[in-house]
């Protein structure tokens, strides 16, 4: 059974840093995507960033490029994000989610991705 568990979130003063971990486990696949999402109260859930197995390619929205990096350790099974330069408009519930059908390019859509974590906080206090 495939499971996504994040971790690192929490409370950020604007311009701070945390970097999410989400560990991965249950699955072999050797082509997989693993995509970053958030939901803030009242909004739909939005793409951050997602890293293909593939080729390495990532993939930011315009609103974290330049701050936020996403990168991936396989020998632990986790990717990260780091995220720098934290603004309130940042404050989300933030989700790990995993495409494992073997698409070659992560995509921003939350539908093609089958497996999710159970989401953590992340709060940025101006």
């Known amino acids: 059974e495939v499971h996504l568990v994040e971790s690192g979130g929490g409370l950020v003063q604007a311009g701070g840093s945390l970097r999410l971990s989400c560990a991965a486990s249950g699955f072999t696949a050797d082509d997989w995507n693993i995509g970053w999402f958030r939901q803030a109260p009242g909004k739909a859930r939005e793409v951050v960033s997602c890293?293909?197995?593939?080729?390495?390619?990532?993939f930011y929205t315009n609103s974290v490029n330049g701050r936020f990096t996403i990168s991936s350790d396989n020998a632990k099974n986790t990717v990260y994000l780091q995220m720098n330069n934290l603004k309130p408009e940042d404050t989300a519930v933030y989700y790990c989610?995993?495409?494992?059908?073997?698409?070659?390019?992560?995509?921003?859509?939350?539908?093609?991705?089958?497996?999710w974590g159970q989401g953590i906080q992340v709060t940025v206090s101006s």
């Open positions: 890293i293909s197995s593939s080729d390495g390619s990532t």
């Open positions: 989610a995993a495409d494992l059908v073997g698409n070659f390019y992560c995509s921003g859509e939350p539908k093609k991705y089958a497996y």
